[in-house]
């Protein structure tokens, strides 16, 4: 009799547990059982194993083989187990040395031809394993991703024949090393943007502090144009971010090696369900909010989407998080992501157009804003209107300030408030609020009276703060005065209370 260990990693969430591949031949009739909670892709390794150890010069074992993916009450899915399973049944057969097994960990699915293919998850499995101390073997490609975890060693293969190759100490497999991105789409440029000085600046203050935006005008006045070029004047990802950002991509199967340390846009349809926005299958995946971290989410012709989906966005837009549960587990995963939603003021569009095209009526502009639930708008930092054009700004030149003018301002102002509490202005809680954000007594007075004129709910009331502390940060202010408080308050209208 043989037995056999290796040790591969699963996923749940963000977290990728360690699994052990024991593989065990005995006596008996040929069979092939696979045991520890498999889902079917994994059952199925049964026969890409077969077929690949034959394809390599290999001899399937004809004993009565038994493979557990311990621990047995987590879930196994994916392909990725084919190639731990392979080398176990090699070990454990004595076509291959046992010995050096334990300083590696395996993860790759088999062509028939003995090929490895790349797998889903890559990154975040090496992100957790790479505490251990252990080398990780991953397919070419999925290697290339994963050597991003600067303290990992990585190494890639090309197939089940180099694996065994490397561990019989003959042809040493190579450390991976991170691809180069090569060169980036063009971010679009904000002097790109004719006219609409309002909307400009309230995108300055939401990229300053991180802040939600709200959009509201009438069709073709540069709602999407504004909020695409809102990537474009982020401070540059830190070296966390950007591994955080890549293990979500990563997980979703969207990771791309040219998209490295470049904030993710996302831009979901307005179909799109609550499960795709947050998350969601068996097990897990991240959604848009979650593969949208440390970048912006931009929900277009926000009304349309329906209301269920559009109330899933309030847990994660206050925690920054989004947990999925399942009968059988659940599933931890970040969502700090920055909302930019935009819309028409009725359902034709033209609602204080200055053509007067509007012909709806009262109650069908009040029935198309109900779509949008008071405690969602609360939750919207920055409400904004952007007004049609006239001729004047539409034939002229654009001549408003670039983007690299503009995110100059805002790293300056990020630094201030990393600085300062660690965070972004838009991440403090409310004992942070009281500490960093406390206006002198003229503000103070001012936002009084704001309270009381626009009924403003103790959250938009913290809200307020945080907006005017990110334009004091703007024009370098240490403390928080009336005017910064004046503007903040000018970006509440249409939040209700």
């Known amino acids: 009799m043989g037995l056999a260990v290796l040790r591969s990693r699963a996923l749940t969430g963000m977290d990728a547990p360690e699994v052990l591949v024991e593989a065990h031949l005995a006596n008996g009739l040929p069979a092939f059982t696979l045991v520890g909670l498999a889902e079917a892709e994994v059952r199925e ?50 076509q291959l040395p046992g010995a050096s097994l334990d300083a590696y960990e395996f993860a790759g699915e088999l062509a028939l031809t003995g090929e490895l293919r790349p797998i889903r998850g890559a990154l975040a499995m090496v992100l957790g394993a790479a505490a251990g101390g252990r080398s990780f073997i991953l397919p070419r490609a999925s290697a290339e991703e994963a050597a991003r975890v600067a303290r990992a060693r990585v190494l890639a293969a090309d197939s089940l024949a180099a694996v065994c190759a490397h561990l ?34 309230a995108l300055e203050v939401a990229a300053a502090g991180g802040h939600s935006l709200l959009l509201s005008g009438p069709p073709g006045t540069g709602k999407s144009m504004l909020a695409s070029r809102l990537p474009g004047i982020l401070p540059p990802m830190t070296e966390q971010e950007a591994l955080e950002s890549a293990a979500l991509l990563s997980l979703s199967g969207a990771f791309r090696p040219d998209a490295w340390a470049v904030r993710p846009y ?48 309030r847990e994660p837009l206050e925690a920054g998080r989004i947990t999925i549960s399942r009968a059988a587990h659940q599933a931890d995963f970040p969502a700090r992501f920055q909302l930019v939603a935009a819309m028409n003021p009725c359902p034709c ?47 002229a030149a654009a001549a408003g300030e670039p983007s690299a003018t503009v995110r100059a301002r805002v790293i300056a102002a990020r630094e201030r408030q990393l600085a300062r509490q660690g965070k972004a202005n838009a991440a403090l809680t409310g004992g942070e609020i009281e500490a960093h954000c406390r206006p002198d007594a003229d503000a103070l007075d001012l ?25 004091a940060d703007l024009a370098g202010c240490a403390h928080i005065g009336a005017g910064h408080v004046a503007e903040a308050v000018q970006y509440r209208r249409g939040a209700g209370g």
């Open 45 to 94: 390794a049964r026969d890409r194993v077969r077929a690949a150890l034959q394809q390599s010069g290999f001899e399937f074992p004809q004993r009565r083989i038994t493979v557990n993916l311990a621990p047995a009450d987590l879930p196994k899915e994916s392909g990725r187990f084919d190639l731990p399973i392979a080398l176990g049944l090699l070990a454990a057969s004595g």
């Open 168 to 201: 019989r100490g003959m042809t040493p497999l190579a450390p991976a090393s991170a691809r180069a991105p090569s060169q980036p789409a063009a971010v679009p440029d904000l002097a790109d943007v004719r006219g609409q000085a309002a909307a400009r600046r």
């Open 266 to 313: 996302r831009a979901p349809h307005h179909s799109a369900s609550g499960i795709a926005l947050v998350g969601g299958g068996n097990p897990p995946r991240p959604g848009e909010v979650s593969q949208a971290t440390h970048g912006v989410l931009f929900l277009d012709e926000l009304p349309e989407f329906s209301r269920a989906a559009l109330e899933v966005l």
């Open 349 to 395: 569009g033209y609602l204080g157009h200055p053509g007067g095209r509007c012909r709806c009526t009262p109650e069908q502009v009040a029935r198309y804003r109900a779509r949008l639930s008071g405690p969602l708008l609360d939750r919207i930092d920055l409400h904004v209107e952007v007004p049609a054009l006239n001729q004047q700004e539409l034939t």
């Open 447 to 471: 936002l009084k009276h704001a309270i009381a004129r626009l009924d403003l709910s103790a959250r938009a009331y913290h809200r307020v703060l945080r907006v005017a502390r990110s334009v």
